[in-house]
């Protein structure tokens, strides 16, 4: 059985998490439409400031798809178009989802695995995770829906390493190429993890979902427009800034609210 798909909210911060540990929660392809829909779920609300996601377990993040239903799923060229466009539709969900996103990863995190991680803004990992992509020993290949998002994360070189080697790299070989930005010891990743989603969910919403958005959009290689940056000016005079000034203000000197 692949995994269930679960939201789990305790506001400010939600968890989606592949619950499927029996078999390194891999995704079928009604998996892959759940995560979609599990993303744009979040993305719409007020009450969510970070979004985490994770595997169960503790053995393993998520090997991605689940191969061994492909002869059922992905068999025919038409079977083959759903699939692809249900991976696709999540991996978007995820890098559209307008809150920052965290992968806290657990052990191993390959093929499908590693697009998703590769898809949220922060990943961290344990010092025992692995990471790698090893379809060219099945004869399989990623779309580019799957490529889009690990090119973009680490460039040609790095991904064309992984996908030609077929090798697993560790957490430290991840860190150094840029795939993940924190290593913490297996025992404390998942603290670590949340306490970093904590740490964003404390800043101002609004201003953190501005610079994810600035920040993707500087990724497109077309020039920002003068609207663009008139949006970027308004965006300056937010509610954010107001509550955040008066909020560091009042630690500083805490007379200052009164003034």
Known sequence: MSSEVHIEVTTPIATVRLDGPDRHNVL???????????????????????????GTGGQAFSAG???????????????VRGYSAAIGSALESIQSCKQPTVAIIEGI??????????????????????FGAPINRLGLTMSYDELQPLVRLLGPSPVLELLLSGELIGAERARTVGL??????????????YGLAARIAAGAPLVNRWHKRFVRRLLDPTPVTEAEREEAHAAFATADYREGRLAFLEKREPRFRGE
């Not at 744009?40 to 400031?49: G, I, N, P, Q």
């Not at 798809?65 to 079977?79: M, N, V, Y």
């Not at 993940?180 to 993890?193: I, K, L, Q, T, Y």
């Open 65 to 79: 798809s689940d191969i061994g239903g492909f002869a059922k799923e992905r068999e025919t060229l038409d079977q």
């Open 28 to 54: 079928d392809v009604r998996g892959w439409r759940a995560l979609a829909a599990a993303f744009d779920e979040l993305s719409e609300r007020e009450d969510v400031a970070c979004v985490a996601m994770c």
């Open 180 to 193: 993940v930005n924190r290593v913490h010891p297996d025992s404390a990743v998942v603290e670590h993890g």
């Open 109 to 130: 995190c390959v093929g499908g695995g590693l697009e998703i991680a590769a898809c949220c803004d922060l990943r961290v990992c344990g010092e025992s995770s692995r």
